[in-house]
């Protein structure tokens, strides 16, 4: 395979997680390079614990369809029970009784969409290609309860899959004004010669469950030739037109 792969990530609920610990579970505004990374680990039916090298080779581009909301759910556990049914501490104990319940909070983006190249070496694509029509594992968007509402794999085995983000369909609909509003790119390579990253973020997989930090730039665009399409079927209507006009 040449080229790249064209991702399409949406649902209800995602989260891609960032710097957290157990009470406080944050999310990043779009999907990370770590989650991107077990997304695919998980249709290619890998473990947690195992060596995802070859998918620290890919390389993502991210635009953002829609940037959705962040929203938190509020969690309580072990909350009303007796002290051995409470949840253990790290040494396998049990706290003080009365301390028992965990609270935690769990941020979410809500009504996201994001549509995704991704480049790399032809074979880690290929197979990658492969899991994400058949996968494994059910694929999830950050979390295991973050189902995807639309099919993940848009388009195999594309030519220039980051100059094609400036000509695919917007999952969104254009606002009652009329005025188009720019779209959202995240790079993970200098867009143009010499750019300086806008941000860093400690989101690259790195061996034992560890994370190292990555530059990141960030731009705002007008897309002229990709028409906003709305939601839903009429995204998916407009996408399979598209896809059509272009085999053709």
């Known amino acids: 395979m040449s080229g790249g792969l ?22 990043h505004r779009w999907p990370t390079s770590s989650g991107l990374t077990g997304l695919l680990a998980c249709c290619l039916g890998r473990p947690r614990d195992a060596d995802n090298t070859d998918l620290a080779d890919l390389s993502y581009t991210v635009r953002v369809d829609r940037p959705g909301q962040r929203e938190m759910d509020f969690h309580t556990i072990g909350g009303g029970y007796p002290r051995h049914l409470t949840p253990p501490t790290a040494d396998g104990k049990f706290r003080k009784l009365g301390e028992g319940t965990i609270l935690t909070q769990r941020w979410y983006l809500t009504d996201a969409a994001f549509t995704v190249a991704v480049t790399g070496p032809p074979g880690t694509l290929a197979r990658c290609a492969q899991a994400l029509q058949r996968p494994r594992f059910a694929p999830y968007l950050g979390r295991r309860a973050c189902v995807p509402d639309t099919p993940i794999l848009v388009c195999a085995d594309v030519t220039d899959p980051v100059a094609e983000l400036d000509r695919l369909p917007l999952h969104r609909a254009t606002p009652r004004t009329g005025d188009r509003e720019p779209v959202t790119f995240l790079y993970d390579a200098a867009p143009e010669p010499g750019a300086l990253p806008d941000s860093e973020i400690r989101d690259q997989p790195a061996p034992r469950r560890r994370f190292t930090v990555r530059p990141v730039w960030e731009r705002q665009r007008q897309l002229p030739h990709a028409e906003d399409a709305g939601r839903g079927t009429a995204w998916l209507t407009a996408l399979t037109a598209y896809r059509e006009a272009t085999a053709a």
Do not use: V, Y
Not at 11 to 26: C, I, N, V
């Open 6 to 27: 064209i991702l399409h990530l949406s649902g209800p609920l995602q989260s891609w997680g960032s710097d957290a610990d157990f009470e406080q579970r944050t999310t």
